[in-house]
C-alpha cells in the first residue's frame, strides 16, 4: 500500500528559528513529491521535486528529495509569524497518479 | 490564473438529507478530485475523475457518489448524509503532464455540518 509519513505532526517555534519539515513515502513507481502550504483555505503549490538532491528554492523556504532514503525536507530559515500554517506533502500514487496525501505538519510561529 | 470555485463555502445539513457540492474548474484540467480534511487525520481522497465520464475511487468513497458530465465541473452527492459526513471538503483539478506529474489547484472548500 502506498504511504506518505510526515513529521513531526505539530511544531511550535519563535520567530527566527528555522525549521525543517520531513516526509517520507512508500510508492510503486515514483514520480514526483509535491508540497503545499495551507493557511485558513485552500493549499497553496509551494514546490514539486523530481530529482534526487536538487535543491528547489523560494525566499526562506527550500527543499530536497532523496529518492534513496525516500524522503524529502522543506526548510524555513528566519521563520516569521506569517509561516503558521499547515504544511502538506503529497506524492501521485496508481496508475492515474491520483495524488495521496500526509497528514500534514501544524507549525505555529510565535512572536 | 487557475480558478477552481466551489459553490457551497458554509453548509448546514439535517441526518438522512441529500446533499450536493458543487465544483468548477476554467482551465480545461483532465482530472478533477474531491477530498475531505479533518483534524489529525489530513487530505483523504473521496473520489477522483480522470476525464468527462470517468472516476476512479479513493481511499474513503463509502456514503459518497460523483458525477462529471462536462469537463469543467466535478460533483460530489452525499446519497444521505450523516453526522460523521461532517468535514471540510475540498475540491482541486489538475492539468495531466506527460509523466503525470502536475501540481494540483484547490478550491477554497465546502465546510458541511449534519446535524
Known amino acids: 500500500e502506498d504511504k506518505v509519513v510526515q513529521s513531526p505532526l505539530s511544531l511550535v517555534v519563535h520567530e527566527g528559528d528555522t525549521v525543517t519539515l520531513n516526509c517520507s513515502y512508500e510508492v510503486t513507481n515514483f514520480r514526483s513529491l509535491l508540497w503545499y502550504k495551507q493557511e485558513k483555505k485552500a493549499p497553496t503549490f509551494l514546490f514539486m521535486l523530481?530529482?534526487?538532491?536538487i535543491e528547489k528554492k523560494s525566499g526562506r523556504l527550500s527543499s530536497i528529495l532523496d529518492k534513496k532514503e525516500l524522503f524529502s525536507i522543506l526548510n524555513i530559515t528566519a521563520t516569521q509569524t506569517g509561516d503558521s500554517a499547515i504544511y502538506l506533502c503529497a506524492v501521485p500514487t496508481g496508475a492515474n497518479s491520483k495524488l495521496t496525501f500526509g497528514k500534514g505538519i501544524t507549525l505555529s510561529v510565535r512572536p | 490564473d487557475v480558478k477552481v470555485t466551489q459553490s457551497s463555502r458554509y453548509l448546514v445539513k439535517r441526518t438522512g438529507e441529500k446533499v450536493f457540492l458543487e465544483c468548477v474548474q476554467d482551465?480545461?484540467?483532465?482530472?478533477m478530485f474531491w477530498y475531505r480534511q479533518d483534524p489529525g487525520l489530513g487530505l483523504r481522497l473521496i473520489y477522483f475523475s480522470y476525464d468527462v465520464k470517468m472516476k476512479e475511487k479513493g481511499d474513503i468513497p463509502e456514503g459518497y457518489s460523483v458525477s462529471r458530465e462536462k469537463k469543467e465541473r466535478f460533483s460530489l452527492i452525499l446519497e444521505s448524509a450523516s453526522t460523521n459526513q461532517t468535514s471540510m471538503y475540498l475540491c482541486?483539478?489538475?492539468?495531466?503532464?506527460?509523466?503525470?506529474?502536475?501540481?494540483?489547484?484547490f478550491g477554497e472548500g465546502s465546510r458541511l455540518t449534519v446535524l
Open positions: 482541486a483539478s489538475r492539468l495531466i503532464d506527460r509523466a503525470y506529474t502536475g501540481e494540483l489547484f
Open positions: 482551465m480545461d484540467h483532465e482530472n
Open positions: 523530481t530529482s534526487s538532491g
